[in-house]
T-cell receptor
Framework: EPEVTQTPSHQVTQMGQEVILRCVPISNHLYFYWYRQILGQKVEFLVSFYNNEISEKSEIFDDQFSVERPDGSNFTLKIRSTKLEDSAMYFC???????????????FGEGSRLTVL | AQSVAQPEDQVNVAEGNPLTVKCTYSVSGNPYLFWYVQYPNRGLQFLLK??????LVKGSYGFEAEFNKSQTSFHLKKPSALVSDSALYFCAGMFSGGYNKLIFGAGTRLAVHP
């Protein structure tokens, strides 16, 4: 069964460093997402991406964050200068189509745990 | 504002007893509603969804949920709980105009005791 894969599973970084989290969405999916979960708390929407551009972003997704689909398979989240409060589990998700076309669920990866020291 | 609420931080139930995890939503229009489960140090696993049609939807692992439009609720239920059901459960909604994003509730920790 196809799945969303994320790397790394865990990354430890120093405050101020740049981090790139990678995701390989399911191959025929068109919408991609990043979500964040701080220490087993609420899952928060960060950004959605469609047709090679951001379709929506939350207040959390400030100028320190960026997303990119550098090739036909990867979808990356970059944090330019990490802060302590960026420590969280980051989940990538994908779905075949939009709400009007697709009544299916979002498919989530296993997550990348980011620890900022 | 569109939102999903889970009023209980934790639900405790004895194995074999029925369980209910509550979820309410606030939205105009017709939402798509979902339940996800998260086991420790794992990702989010889809359990079930309501899109349209029958208000009672059945999902994975014997779970079901009932969509109640008048009460704006989508409670998760299971007739007989298992210890292995112990996990963090998230209710989520996908609302029109929301660019296909899921809005999650705060989560409810289900603890099933032997």
């Amino acid at each position: 069964e196809p799945e969303v894969t994320q790397t790394p599973s865990h990354q430890v970084t120093q405050m101020g460093q740049e981090v790139i989290l990678r995701c390989v969405p399911i191959s025929n999916h068109l919408y991609f997402y990043w979500y964040r979960q701080i220490l087993g708390q609420k899952v928060e929407f960060l950004v959605s991406f469609y047709n090679n551009e951001i379709s929506e972003k939350s207040e959390i997704f400030d100028d320190q964050f960026s997303v990119e689909r550098p090739d036909g398979s990867n979808f990356t989240l970059k944090i330019r200068s990490t802060k302590l409060e960026d420590s969280a589990m980051y989940f990538c998700a994908s779905t075949p189509g939009g709400r009007e076309k697709n009544t299916g669920e979002l498919f989530f990866g296993e997550g990348s745990r980011l620890t900022v020291l | 504002a569109q939102s999903v609420a889970q009023p209980e931080d934790q639900v405790n139930v004895a194995e074999g007893n029925p369980l209910t995890v509550k979820c309410t939503y606030s939205v105009s229009g017709n939402p798509y509603l979902f339940w996800y489960v998260q086991y420790p140090n794992r990702g989010l696993q889809f359990l079930l969804k309501y899109i349209t049609g029958d208000n009672l939807v059945k999902g994975s692992y014997g779970f079901e949920a009932e969509f109640n439009k008048s009460q704006t609720s989508f409670h998760l239920k299971k007739p007989s709980a298992l210890v292995s059901d112990s996990a963090l459960y998230f209710c989520a909604g996908m609302f029109s105009g929301g660019y296909n994003k899921l809005i999650f509730g705060a989560g409810t920790r289900l603890a099933v005791h032997p």
